[in-house]
Every structure is written in structure tokens, then in C-alpha cells.
């Protein structure tokens, strides 16, 4: 009786998911061995792993967002953790206003990320953006001048932005989890003489330690998937600089129109973000265990 | 009296530190938002202007005069992240109960992993299933769409609010003889509204701010206004004043949701990734 209820108020959950995910997986998995294009979308022809072969052709230069990805991912995670953490170490104590220092830090999570690429345009534009003006007023005293988009600046640009989009959202995981730290061990650690950094080493950083794994698995690897803010702020520009894995895989499906080779590109690029991560995961999780 | 003068110096100068990184956070977005009231030639003005008179004929150019459909766009938009909640609900609210109270791991466990899938791993095959389906370029099309991005965030945070509800309520209406669909009508969900309210905001805020679906499933009629503001980049030429307006636009109601109903949806998101 109850095996036969539980089935049933699951039902909607489990339709739903076959529907839209376990089928188009499995569809995602034929597109890529076979031959679909746009303008042939209803007759694919049976191609083996030619699409795969084609996406890993130089000319394809698939090979190359897959580097710009992981370097974004690595230098973004390292970043935006490092700067939620500082940014919750400060928030510990209670101060003036606190709370509305919490709410405005806030807002840029809850901005829309493709959003935030065309805020990023506005800001860093070379005729009319405020943070050109104000870098090169700074650049301008050593007789330099700086175009945030081109090529040589285009990379700690979109970092810097990306920076600000996100570590609102990890600084927010970090507080609310520095907030159950029972205040016995700090309190006790003081008692005992411990300097701030003594605690931080050893009791708050410990403590925090699977949250800033959790947080770090899943930033990089929205990091490495990441498309709407790239794509807005450069379009994967300039030439190919910042095309992404995201934005390869558009371009090869919706822009060039080759499904099966969009297809099995995204497949190429899921499978190489997820190898790594998760045997970092097992290896981690083992030692910590330990 | 050095000394409480050295511990007010600290806590100004503390102060001071977060005043200028909270600036540094909003300034992008204030950037924009000024732009989009500043007039065309306060805009390219160099140094920027600090101090101006607004105008609001960007909003009204965009959204009424120009002949850019972003009112349209606009509506498209709450239709789309409308729909997408109430679907979300409906698909999630037994399932989430079912799954805290039968202790479902695995449907649990699927969910979660979702979160890792790319999203960009789902268009392809979604382009031409919709296609075939007619619900690409509808809005129900993308509605669902975004339920599936959404689910691996919002339903964890059901399930751990179910979790919160003691069982021995339940157990004692089930007792005077009520079946499981009557507790759930008559009890859970009652208890539950805190959930949904947070699930829902989330799911619309989520939904409002999607990108790359949207984009690739949108062709004429159901471009939401995320994508609409990136025809602007592309197809309409440099037009500063009118692209920060719609980008104004896009970004306040989620803003405005967020800061109404920040206690409940700060409570949801924490929960999610425990």
C-alpha cells in the first residue's frame, strides 16, 4: 500500500524528468553519430563517430575553448573563494548597518548573468564607460592606455566582472555557514591566548572546510559551463579569444547549424569537465575522511 | 582615553572598507542605471557626469516610441516566469513530500547531479524536440525549459523544508482518519506556504533572469526581455542611452522581488546546497 503511494505522488516528478531529461539525453547521444544539419533536420544519416573525429580537428579549434574554459573556471574559483571569504571573515563581527550592508552586497547575484555581460559593455566601453575613464585616468600616469575588451585586457576584465557577479553568492554561503561556528571555540581559543590568526587557521578554516569544497565544486563548474556573460560582454571575441566551451558548441549548432557536430562537441566538452571534477571529489573526500 | 580613541579609529577606518567594497560591488549596476536616464549628450560627456537631469526618453523610446517591442518583450518575460513557477510547483510539491517522507535518495541524488549537467548540453536536442513539439518559440516552451534548470536548485530546498515539519502532525490527523492526499491538503501544505513562497520567488527570479535557453528557443514571439536586450548589442547598432534603459528594466524587478521578500528566499537558497 504505501510502496504503491509514494509511486503515485511521485509520478509528475518522474513523467516530467523522462520527458525532458532522460529522452533528450538519449537523443543528445544519437544526434552526435549522426549527420543533422539545419536545413535537414528531419532525415539524419547514420555517420559513426565522424562528428566526434570532425570536433576534435584543429580547424574546428574546439581543443582551444575547452583551455580558455578550464583556465576561466581555475582562476575565477580561486578568486571569487578567496574574495567571499575575506568578505565573510569581515561581516563576523556586528557593526552599523549591517544589514543593509548585506542586502546592497547582495543585488549583483541576483542581476541576471547574461545581464551583467551587457552592464559590463556599458561600464568598460571605450567611448562612453566610466571604468575606461577612471582606469586610464590611473594608467594615464604611467603613459599607458588601456582598452579593458581588446585582446590584451579582455581576460582579467571578464574575471573582474564575473568576480563581482558571484562572490556575492559564495560570500552568502560562507556567512550563513560562519554564523552556526559554535562562539565556545573562538571564546575558549582566546581564554587560552590564541592570536586571530591561530583561530582562523585552525578552527574557523576547518570548519568552514566542506562548505568551501561544496562551493568550489559547484563554481567551477558553472565556471567552466559559463556562457551568458561572455557571450554578452565579448561574444566569445576579440577573434576567438574568449570563446568558451558554451559558446563553441552555440556557434557550431545555432550559428553554423551542424546539430551532430554541435552535439557531439557538447559531449566532448561535458565529459572532460567531469572526469577531472569528480575524481577530485573522490580523492578529497578520501583524504578528509581520513 | 588613547585607547578607546585607537578602538574608534579602527572601527571608522573598518567601516570605511566596507563602505568602498560594497561601492566597488553596485557600481556596475549604478553605472547602468544612470546611463539609462542620463540624455544622449550627458552620455558621451567626458569626464562622466555625476549630477545631471534625468530623462526617461531611453525608457520611452525602448518600450513605446522606437518601435523595439520591449514592452512586448517585457510581458513575455513575466508569462514565461510565471508559467514556469506554477509548472515547477505543480511537478515538484507531491514529489518533494513523497521524497522526504518514503526517504527517496535517488530521485534526491538525480536532481542534484542535474545541477552539473551544462546547460548548453540540453539545447540541441531541446531545439528540435520543441520543434517538433510546436512549442518552440511559446512561451510554454520555455517556461518548461526553465523548469528544468530550475528544479536541482528549488527542489532540495522543498524537500528540506518538508523535512522540517514534524511527522507526529501527520500522523496524528492520520489517526482521525484522514488518507495521505487529505493530510497533505489539510496539513502540509498549509505548513508548507513559507516553502512555497520562497520556492516560487526563486523559480521566477531564476526564470526572469535565464539566458541561453531562452535564446535558443525564442525566434519572434516569445523573446524574453534578457534575450531582447541582446539584440540590442547585435542588431539595432550603438545605441547607448536605450540599451542601459532595457537593461534597467530587466534587472529591477528581481531586485525589487529579492529585497521584498529577502528573508524568505536568503532561507531558501542556504538550505539548497547543505
Known sequence: MKIQRKHLLSLPLVVFLTAFIIFPTIYLWYLAFHKVTFTHMESPTFCGIENFIKALNPVVDLANSLIFSFKFAIVATTIELSFGLILALMFKRDFRGKSIFLMLLLLPMITSSAMFGVIGRLLFNEEIGTATYLVNLFAGVFNVHISPLSKDWVFPTLIFLDMVHWVPFIFLFIYTDLRSLPREYTDAALVDGATSWVIFRHITLPYLKPMLGVLAVIRFADAFNTFDIIYTLTGGGPGSLTTSYSIKVYELAFVKGNFGLGAAASLIGFFTLIIPLSLTIIYTRRRWVK | ?274
Request: charged residues 10%.
Open chain 2, 1 to 274: 582615553m588613547s585607547r578607546k580613541i585607537k578602538v574608534m579609529a579602527l572601527s571608522i577606518l573598518y567601516w570605511l572598507a566596507l563602505v568602498i567594497v560594497t561601492f566597488v560591488f553596485l557600481f556596475p549596476l549604478i553605472n547602468t542605471i544612470m546611463l539609462a536616464f542620463k540624455s544622449d549628450i550627458d552620455i558621451v560627456s567626458l569626464p562622466p557626469k555625476l549630477i545631471f537631469t534625468p530623462v526617461l526618453d531611453h525608457f520611452i523610446k525602448a518600450f513605446a516610441t522606437g518601435g523595439y517591442h520591449f514592452d512586448k518583450y517585457f510581458m513575455n518575460s513575466i508569462f514565461i516566469a510565471s508559467l514556469s513557477t506554477l509548472i515547477n510547483l505543480g511537478v515538484s510539491i507531491t514529489s518533494a513530500y513523497a521524497v522526504s517522507r518514503y526517504r527517496m535518495e535517488k530521485i534526491m541524488l538525480q536532481i542534484i547531479s542535474l545541477r552539473f549537467f551544462p546547460p548548453i548540453l540540453f539545447t540541441i536536442p531541446f531545439y528540435i524536440m520543441f520543434s517538433v513539439l510546436g512549442l518552440r518559440d511559446t512561451i510554454p516552451g520555455i517556461a518548461i525549459a526553465h523548469v528544468l534548470l530550475n528544479l536541482p536548485i528549488t527542489f532540495p530546498i522543498l524537500v528540506g523544508m518538508i523535512d522540517e515539519i514534524p511527522r507526529e502532525v501527520e500522523e496524528a490527523a492520520m489517526i482521525d482518519g484522514c488518507g495521505t492526499l487529505e493530510v497533505l491538503k489539510h496539513i502540509t501544505i498549509p505548513l508548507l506556504t513559507p516553502a512555497v513562497i520562497a520556492v516560487s520567488f526563486i523559480n521566477f527570479v531564476f526564470s526572469w533572469n535565464e539566458y541561453l535557453i531562452a535564446l535558443i528557443l525564442s525566434s519572434v514571439n516569445a523573446t524574453p526581455i534578457t534575450v531582447g536586450a541582446g539584440l540590442f548589442i547585435r542588431s539595432f547598432g550603438v545605441q547607448y542611452g536605450e540599451l542601459a534603459a532595457v537593461t534597467t528594466a530587466a534587472i529591477l524587478l528581481p531586485i525589487i522581488i529579492v529585497i521584498s521578500f529577502k528573508d524568505y528566499i536568503i532561507k531558501g537558497l542556504t538550505m539548497g546546497v547543505r
